[in-house]
């Protein structure tokens, strides 16, 4: 295999890591079939079950969480398989919630009906570790071995449980053990690679995972791993990336990754340096590099260039991605004719692409082209009714270019029915609190999450919040705690092409 198609495939594989996961029309209608069903048969355990588990999968855990109680509820005693599948369901949701004392409680009364259940055994351990009781997880998963012998499960569970009691002579002697019982499968380099960041060790963390990569892991499990963990010690990753670099003869591989993860982390020059030399390398020279080295350039600010290079990625694959690319490249460069025709062409190839369609909208919003503008978000709110920035763009364009207070209103009540979990639509819903008059709830939402574990990029987007809803203090502040943590995104900073998720309102704030 050419060196370039292993990139393509890579590239790929970077693109869909971290992907959001989102409720299609297929799904929608799937569930909306349950429910209907269930008005006709409210005792059916098969189908809250059915319904519990597709909830699951999409994050919705709480509304998983009852139908699974249900489920049992509902199930006859007689019936033991049905009530382990549910009870072992009800532990992982339970767990996803982080209500250790529920999940544990579920997972002993699914052994209790199966007591040799392997994954119902290995759960158990996992959840007593999070409940902080090692002596105990040492023991649930050293009972796996009488199960499976030379059970890694066993010894990866009984290494973790060993660095939590501190005893790290074990746990080194337990990971040798792990990859000893499957030496072949990237898997294991991803475990061990887990287990050094449990002991504090972040270099030999990036090792094992880019071994897991240079091995094949098709599961991006790896790249995210790496990208996790350069977003809290870069250093570390590129540290790892350099010496592999060094001793590999696939210098090539080593670039990609040190590129893509630097972009994902947020570490623009260092990504831009290294597609950079990239393409100085024979058989580099494809689609998905220069995409790359457009969005570092672009992150820094450095326009032209960024145009540059998503034009190179436009001459080698003229796809709907590329295209969409350069149009948010042209619009920060205030061309609106550029943007439209690019995001136009972008549509043209994929008409069903949301960001192809979000970008045309926005580009159209640059040019002053309401009815355009409209034709593009309706599309796309058809096609995904519960895209946040197309429900608050499309209110933009209500309120500030077809003065159609009634229409933002509407769009301004959808997104408020939204429970967001993440930034940035948890910022979309504040603004969308803000204007439809809920400031105090608007306030509540953004500050309930600034209140938690947040990232540089949550910190700016809550700078945009307090900028656009008139706390211009509160706003600066933020900022400056985001590029103290190490927001590099200099673009943002300045553009204003975003409609109302943008820093415009503290542009004389900023040195």
Known sequence: MKFSRLLCAMFVATALTGSAQK???????????????????????????????????????????DDLTLALQYTPEKNTDMRQRELTLISSVAASMKNYDLALKAVQDALELAPQDYGNIYRKGLILLNLDRPDEAYRSFSSL???????????????KACIRQGNIS??????????????????????????FIEMNQPENAAANYIVAMTMGDRTSNSMQSLIDLATTNY?????????????????????????????????????????????????????????S???????????????????????????????????????????????????????????????????SAKAYVGAGDADNALSALNNLIMQAPDN????????????????????????????ILEQPTAFPDI??????????????????????????????????????YFAQTGNLERAKTLLDQAQYDGFRNKLVLTDISNPWLNLKPIQHLLK
């Open 23 to 65: 409720i299609d029309p297929i799904t929608r209608a799937v569930l909306d079939g349950y429910t209907e069903y269930l008005k006709e048969n409210p005792k059916d355990f098969e189908t809250y079950f059915d319904r519990g588990a597709q909830y699951y999968q999409l994050g919705l855990n709480e509304q998983a969480l």
């Open 145 to 159: 071995q009488s199960l499976k012998s030379r059970s890694q499960d066993a010894y990866y569970g009984m290494a």
């Open 170 to 195: 074990e746990a080194n002697t337990l990971m040798k053990e792990v990859e000893a019982a499957d030496p072949t499968n990237p898997a294991t380099y991803n475990r061990i690679g887990d287990l």
């Open 235 to 291: 250093n570390a990753v590129a540290a790892a990336l350099d010496y592999a670099a060094e001793k590999s003869e696939n210098k090539q591989m080593m670039l990609f990754l040190k590129g893509n993860i630097a972009l994902e982390s947020g570490n623009y020059a260092d990504s831009e340096v290294a597609f950079t030399r990239l393409l100085e390398l024979p058989d580099s020279k494809i689609s998905g590099v220069y995409n």
């Open 293 to 359: 080295l457009a969005k570092a350039r672009m992150a820094q600010n450095i326009l032209p260039d960024a145009l540059e290079a998503a034009n190179q990625a436009i001459s080698l694959q003229p796809d709907a991605d590329n295209y969409l690319l350069k149009s948010e490249i042209e619009l920060a460069m205030g061309n609106t004719r550029g943007a439209v025709a690019d995001a136009s062409e972008a549509v043209r190839i994929d008409s069903t692409n949301a960001q192809a369609l979000l970008a």
């Open 388 to 415: 946040m920035e197309a429900l608050l763009i499309r209110a933009y364009v209500h309120q500030d270019l077809k003065k159609n207070g009634k229409g933002a209103s509407a769009d301004f009540n959808r997104i």
């Open 427 to 464: 910022t979309i819903k504040g603004i969308a609190q803000s204007k439809a008059g809920k400031k105090l709830d608007a306030d509540a939402t953004v500050n309930d999450a600034l209140a938690g574990k947040v990232s540089p990029a949550d910190l700016y987007w809550g700078a945009v």
